[in-house]
Each structure stands twice: as structure tokens, then as C-alpha cells.
């Protein structure tokens, strides 16, 4: 499969608890966008990484959220101790060159806190 | 500050009728614009691209535009098909290697039979 894969398609979790979003970017790219889609609204960049680098987290928030690309395997987006206000659709994307490359989209895991 | 705004947010039209969607942006310097269309629950998918120097690109029914002297951009869907209600939404690329690409909030897009 050469889609962009991501995983689970759907979260739920409880106020408190962690939620981990996997992506599989497609076969041959190293580079890998999360964003996040709140309802009703547009997407918002939230992190760009290259294989084993964070090249740009400028859209993270600064507490709760992480995001690694590790060598193998795929990039896990990481949100500690959730809120009702984490409830969104999260999108990966991924490129095979560069920021200026097109990206091409997964189905995104929609996440939903209690 | 670099930004995309879309108009209208939201579109109702009749099957088979046509329609474009609006773009400004008010990005500098400029790399390139996208269109992407993002089925209800679904990820975006890329329709356009334009560099500074195109004016217009078609896939099939949906036609884009580009007059970067006034920084707008137009997406015109010709004979409107049931799966054409989506959202669209216009992405731009900086010229600046060290800045993220903007989305625009999208044109909600409803046909109806």
C-alpha cells in the first residue's frame, strides 16, 4: 500500500490519559507534517520532521505534545495527559522532498477525549 | 503577517451548475499555490499547483487560476457532480525556505441534486 497510513483512524480517551497517533508516511519519503483540524475549522500545521530531526515544531504546543520520527518505524505524534480541548482530527503528511514538495495526506485519526 | 482567506466559507449550488471558489493571500515573497479538495472525514487531496509564473492549470472540471500581481486565486468547477461537495482548501507556499506553508480555512461545498 502506498498511501499514507495512519493509525487508529479513531481515539477515544479519557481526560487524563495519554493518546499515541502513528503514521506510516508513504514508500520512499523521509519527510512527515502533522496538522490538526479542530470542527468546523481549517488545518493547522502543527510539527514538520525528517527522519530522526524535528526540522520544525513551530505550531506545537509547548506542554503535553511531542513528536518523533524515529529511523525505523513510524512517526508517532505523543499527547500526555489530555484535555477536552485535544479533541480533533489529527492529519500526518507526508513529502518526499522537502516543505516546498506536495504533500499527500492520510485519513487522519479523529481523537476524542471524554 | 502572511495569510490565506477564502471566500465564500460555505457554497450551496444545483447539480451541473458551475461555480468558483476565491483565494487571496497576502504571502511575500511567493513559492507556489495548491488547491486541495478534503472529502467530509477524509484527508485533503491535491487538485492544483501553480508556481509565480502560471496563470492557469486544469484537472479535468476544476480549473485554477492564478494573478499573482494581485496575490488572488480562483478555483472554477465546471458541470458540478454529487462527489464534488467537499471542502476545498487553498495552501500557500512561501518563498522563504525557512517558513511553513499556509492553509486557508477552506470553502465548504455542498451540491445538490
Known amino acids: 500500500n502506498a498511501d499514507v497510513m495512519q493509525n487508529p483512524r479513531h481515539l477515544v480517551r479519557r481526560r487524563g490519559q495519554e493518546a499515541r497517533l502513528r503514521c506510516s508516511p508513504m514508500?520512499?519519503?523521509?519527510?512527515v507534517y502533522w496538522y490538526r483540524q479542530l470542527p468546523e475549522e481549517g488545518l493547522k500545521f502543527m510539527v514538520y520532521?525528517?527522519?530522526?530531526?524535528?526540522?520544525?515544531e513551530s505550531g506545537m504546543p509547548k506542554e503535553r505534545f511531542s513528536a518523533e520520527f524515529p529511523k525505523e518505524g513510524p512517526s508517532i505524534l505523543r499527547i500526555q495527559q489530555v484535555v477536552r480541548g485535544d479533541s480533533a482530527a489529527y492529519f500526518c503528511?507526508?513529502?518526499?522532498?522537502?516543505?516546498?514538495?506536495?504533500?499527500?495526506f492520510g485519513p487522519g485519526t479523529r481523537l476524542t477525549v471524554l | 503577517k502572511n495569510q490565506v482567506e477564502q471566500s465564500p466559507q460555505s457554497l450551496i449550488i444545483l447539480e451541473g451548475k458551475n461555480c468558483t471558489l476565491q483565494?487571496?493571500?497576502?504571502?511575500?515573497?511567493?513559492?507556489?499555490l495548491r488547491w486541495y479538495k478534503q472529502d467530509t472525514g477524509r484527508g485533503p487531496v491535491s487538485l492544483t499547483i501553480?508556481?509565480?509564473?502560471?496563470n492557469t492549470k486544469s484537472n479535468g472540471r476544476y480549473t485554477a487560476t492564478l494573478d499573482a500581481d494581485t496575490k488572488q486565486s480562483s478555483l472554477h468547477i465546471t458541470a458540478s457532480q454529487l462527489s464534488d461537495s467537499a471542502s476545498y482548501i487553498c495552501?500557500?507556499?512561501?518563498?522563504?525556505?525557512?517558513?511553513?506553508?499556509?492553509f486557508g480555512s477552506g470553502t465548504r461545498l455542498s451540491i445538490r441534486p
Open positions: 503528511a507526508s513529502s518526499l522532498a522537502g516543505s516546498t514538495d506536495t504533500q499527500y
Open positions: 514508500k520512499g519519503h523521509s519527510h
Open positions: 520532521l525528517q527522519k530522526e530531526n524535528i526540522i520544525d
Open positions: 483565494c487571496n493571500y497576502t504571502v511575500s515573497p511567493f513559492s507556489n
Open positions: 501553480m508556481t509565480f509564473s502560471e
Open positions: 495552501v500557500v507556499k512561501p518563498g522563504s525556505s525557512a517558513s511553513k506553508i499556509i
